[in-house]
T-cell receptor
Framework: GAVVSQHPSRVICKSGTSVKIECRSL??????MFWYRQFPKQSLMLMAT?????????EQGVEKDKFLINHASLTLSTLTVTSAHPEDSSFYIC???????????FGQGTRLTVV | GESVGLHLPTLSVQEGDNSIINCAYS??????FIWYKQESGKGPQFIID?????DKRQGQRVTVLLNKTVKHLSLQIAATQPGDSAVYFC????????????FGAGTRLFVKA
């Protein structure tokens, strides 16, 4: 069964609104989680590293004020896409490694469509 | 963000044939690599991994080869089946205080029945 759960799986929102995506580790604690974005027919691009109890670390070119990350507990990280625009439409995927594990477990992904 | 954002190359094979998917990685410091399979609309699934001190590792129907000299990975799938049709990504794991997974460009595999 899934060890990382992502919600919602699909969301459609109006341009200018904000959308929150949740990523939960189900049977383990994750001090670190990762957020990726994937455009059609492209690879997964790492957006940011979510750190429990501290600020997220963003990759170069990713706007931290647009993609707000909150890692408030050891099992939950949230990504909020603020003031969404059609170009933010994408597939967003989170992952979480178990402590001491190099392999990360991936969520099912969230398909965001901004209209 | 880190990745190679290229459009996916495609490999088409006949059912029952062997498939070889290639990948170039970028970071010489990576000491751990994973191949993932991604089906449409889903997150990546772990297939097989390999550490940098190895050059070959075999699983069930899959083999990963690592050539650190040229920073190249390959995934071999034996007796390819229609259910193997998906996009395949190699990933390098960077230890940056936590283990960060960086994905390669990916290859779409089509299996013809």
């Amino acid at each position: 069964g899934a060890v990382v759960s992502q919600h919602p799986s699909r969301v459609i929102c109006k341009s200018g609104t904000s959308v929150k995506i949740e990523c939960r580790s189900l049977d383990f604690q994750a001090t670190t989680m990762f957020w990726y974005r994937q455009f059609p027919k492209q690879s997964l691009m790492l957006m940011a590293t979510s750190n429990e109890g501290s600020k997220a670390t963003y990759e170069q070119g990713v706007e931290k004020d647009k993609f707000l990350i909150n890692h408030a507990s050891l099992t939950l990280s949230t990504l909020t896409v603020t003031s969404a625009h059609p170009e933010d439409s994408s597939f967003y995927i989170c992952s979480a490694p178990r402590a001491g594990n190099t392999e990360a477990f991936f969520g099912q992904g969230t398909r965001l469509t901004v209209v | 963000g880190e990745s190679v954002g290229l459009h996916l190359p495609t490999l088409s094979v006949q059912e029952g044939d062997n498939s070889i998917i290639n990948c170039a990685y970028s970071n010489s410091a990576s000491d751990y690599f994973i191949w993932y399979k991604q089906e449409s609309g889903k997150g990546p699934q772990f297939i097989i991994d390999i550490r940098s001190n190895m050059d070959k590792r075999q699983g069930q129907r899959v083999t990963v080869l690592l050539n650190k000299t040229v920073k190249h990975l390959s995934l071999q799938i034996a007796a390819t089946q229609p259910g193997d049709s998906a996009v395949y990504f190699c990933a390098e794991i960077l230890n940056t205080g936590g283990f960060k997974t960086i994905f390669g460009a990916g290859t779409r595999l089509f299996v013809k029945a």
